[in-house]
């Protein structure tokens, strides 16, 4: 069974975590302004279609 040689620094294991929550951070702020976008009807990038516009007969 493989096992690792030598103990990963805190620096590099801190980085690692660092970069984890940069990512997290970004894909956040990502959806929170798509979100915004499509209550603001001010959208472009995907269609969206509400709730009072589906009385299609």
């Known amino acids: 069974m493989a096992v690792p ?3 990963t620094s805190k620096a590099k294991s ?3 975590k660092a970069n984890w929550k940069r990512k ?3 894909a956040s ?3 929170i302004s ?3 976008s499509a209550l603001s009807g001010k959208n ?3 269609i969206y279609i509400s709730e009072t516009n589906t009385n299609i007969t």
Do not use: E, P
Request: proline fraction near 0%; aromatic fraction near 6%.
């Open 5 to 7: 040689k030598k103990r």
């Open 24 to 26: 997290a951070k970004h």
């Open 44 to 46: 472009q990038s995907f």
């Open 29 to 31: 702020q990502k959806a």
């Open 34 to 36: 798509l979100g915004k």
């Open 14 to 16: 801190r980085s690692r």
